[in-house]
Each structure stands twice: as structure tokens, then as C-alpha cells.
């Protein structure tokens, strides 16, 4: 499982970012990715399009991810920018 930071930004994200690519090479991807977004309390659009490479990476390697309670900010950002159902949220989140 992949816990978000309370600080997806760009600032934030450095970390994550080798953690998720690390998890998601080809070939070396779980069948299932768990990511929790309970404690995301900040977002912004570097932080959303990082959790959008990596859906599309884990669909590329044949994963799939299962989002775990997205916090309100995040839903919040992702609704902003149009982006719920490219990250594969039903109903938003």
C-alpha cells in the first residue's frame, strides 16, 4: 500500500514519485496497487498529474489501483480539473 502524503505539491511529491516508479517499472508491478489518500490535506495540479502518470503507468504494466479513501481536498482538486474519471473514480471518488 502506498500512503499520500498530507502535501501532494510540487515541493512534496519528490519522494513519491521515485516510490511509485519504483513500484510500477515494467514487469515489476503488482497485479493491484493500494494508494490511501486519507491524509492529503494540500494538492495541486503537479501532485494530481503524478497520480495520473501513474494510473496510466499501472495500466500500461497490466496493474490496477485501488484508491482508498481519497480525502476531501483531493477530490475536491481532482473535480476542479476535470479529472475523476481519468483517475478511475466512480461517482467522484
Do not use: C, F, Y
Amino acid at each position: 500500500m502506498v500512503e499520500l502524503p498530507a502535501r501532494m505539491t510540487t515541493d512534496g511529491i519528490r519522494a513519491l514519485h521515485a516510490e511509485l516508479k519504483t513500484r510500477l517499472r515494467t514487469g515489476k508491478a503488482p497485479p493491484r496497487l493500494i494508494i490511501d489518500g486519507t491524509r492529503v490535506e494540500e494538492v495541486d495540479t503537479a501532485g494530481l498529474q503524478l497520480l495520473l502518470a501513474m494510473r496510466r503507468s499501472a495500466d500500461a504494466a497490466g496493474s490496477t489501483i485501488e484508491w482508498r479513501s481519497p480525502s476531501a481536498a483531493l477530490v475536491r482538486a481532482a473535480r476542479n480539473l476535470a479529472l475523476t474519471d481519468a483517475l478511475g473514480w466512480r461517482d467522484g471518488a
